[in-house]
């Protein structure tokens, strides 16, 4: 699985931003998709994650002002960021978790390259 998002910037607070990803490669399924972030000399967070039945789970930092969504049929997700603080500036990673390939599926966690947004005050 490859994965490749794009949509983050610069933002001043108070704004809004569209992360999307595209997950590519002989995909069957998906189980999980979703975002992580890491800011500088942090630790890489949950922000938020989907599953392929559309149950979605966000950090508390991300409840009332982000949403997750997919695309199955796509093979994408979506992060859509409103509200943005300062604190919200971050490389952002998109993430696939269990991923069938047909009848074979791999319980391991695939990564993107990450796309930055910074929130200016």
């Known amino acids: 699985v490859q994965l490749q998002a794009s949509g983050g910037g610069l933002v001043q607070a108070g704004g809004s931003l569209r992360l999307s990803c595209a997950a590519s490669?002989?995909?069957?399924?998906?189980?999980?998709m979703g975002w992580y972030r890491q800011a500088p000399g942090k630790q890489r967070e949950l922000v938020a994650a989907?599953?392929?039945?559309?149950?979605?789970n966000y950090a508390d930092s991300a409840k009332g002002r982000f949403t997750i969504s997919r695309d199955n049929a796509k093979n994408m997700v979506y992060l859509q960021m409103n509200s943005l603080k300062p604190e919200d500036t971050a490389v952002y990673y998109c993430n696939a978790y269990l991923v069938c390939y047909g009848s074979i599926c791999t319980a391991d966690d695939f990564w993107g390259p990450g796309t930055l947004v910074t929130v200016s005050s």
């Open positions: 490669g002989s995909i069957y399924s998906i189980d999980t």
């Open positions: 989907v599953t392929s039945r559309g149950i979605a």
